[in-house]
T-cell receptor, first 115, second 117 residues
Framework: GAVVSQHPSRVICKSGTSVKIECRSLDFQATTMFWYRQFPKKSLMLMATSNEGSKATYEQGVEKDKFLINHASLTLSTLTVTSAHPEDSSFYIC???????????FGPGTRLTVT | EDKVVQSPLSLVVHEGDTVTLNCSYEVTNFRSLLWYKQEKKAPTFLFMLTSSGIEKKSGRLSSILDKKELFSILNITATQTGDSAVYLCAVKMAALYYYRLNYQLIWGAGTKLIIKP
């Protein structure tokens, strides 16, 4: 089946630095990828929708200058958390829309810890 | 290889019917199993199961985990059209990442449930 990978799976960075998280669709081309943040009570919040070759669409309340999204190819989207703060510490999950519009495959997540 | 398999992939029933969705898994270092309902934007959290045999209920939805047989079911009774959605199962597993304990979510492909009026 379709597989989505994320790298790194865990990252610890210092406050003020930037960190990049990659999301790859391994065996299909994804014109659309999604970035989520998981909160302690397991709920997922959609941060942005990433479309290949165009600007990402951010959800209300998500700072686009802080969470930079680049969808440079049909198999790769990146999320860069700029000037990270401890409150950015979270579990970030990406998903990719599969060949059929109703299919969506989720990545394993990346745990970000900002010290 | 760690994997989570949901069945059926899609299901069409009539309002009022009861449905059972299945999620089986093979993962190392199992920690918990999560059920989500996805309609539009982000998946909505339904249940987290960690112990075998203990049913969790929320209204018409209930779920149970069998850690011996490695599966979980999600039941929806007296279905309504608003229950139409994709139901996702994810298993949280522990893994070492550069000698540090880390967690990963292994997701099923989802079951697309359609409730006809």
């Amino acid at each position: 089946g379709a597989v989505v990978s994320q790298h790194p799976s865990r990252v610890i960075c210092k406050s003020g630095t930037s960190v990049k998280i990659e999301c790859r669709s391994l065996d299909f081309q994804a014109t659309t990828m999604f970035w989520y943040r998981q909160f302690p009570k397991k709920s997922l919040m959609l941060m942005a929708t990433s479309n290949e070759g165009s600007k990402a669409t951010y959800e209300q309340g998500v700072e686009k200058d802080k969470f930079l999204i680049n969808h440079a190819s049909l198999t790769l989207s990146t999320l860069t958390v700029t000037s990270a703060h401890p409150e950015d510490s979270s579990f970030y999950i990406c998903s990719a829309r599969g060949p059929a519009a109703y299919e969506q495959y989720f990545g394993p997540g990346t745990r970000l810890t900002v010290t | 290889e760690d994997k989570v398999v949901q069945s059926p992939l899609s299901l069409v029933v009539h309002e009022g019917d009861t449905v059972t969705l299945n999620c089986s898994y093979e993962v190392t270092n199992f920690r918990s199993l999560l059920w989500y309902k996805q309609e539009k934007k982000a998946p909505t959290f339904l249940f987290m199961l960690t112990s075998s045999g203990i049913e969790k209920k929320s209204g018409r939805l209930s779920s149970i985990l069998d850690k011996k047989e490695l599966f979980s079911i999600l039941n929806i009774t007296a279905t309504q059209t608003g229950d139409s959605a994709v139901y996702l199962c994810a298993v949280k597993m522990a893994a070492l990442y550069y000698y540090r304990l880390n967690y990963q979510l292994i997701w099923g492909a989802g079951t697309k449930l359609i409730i006809k009026p």
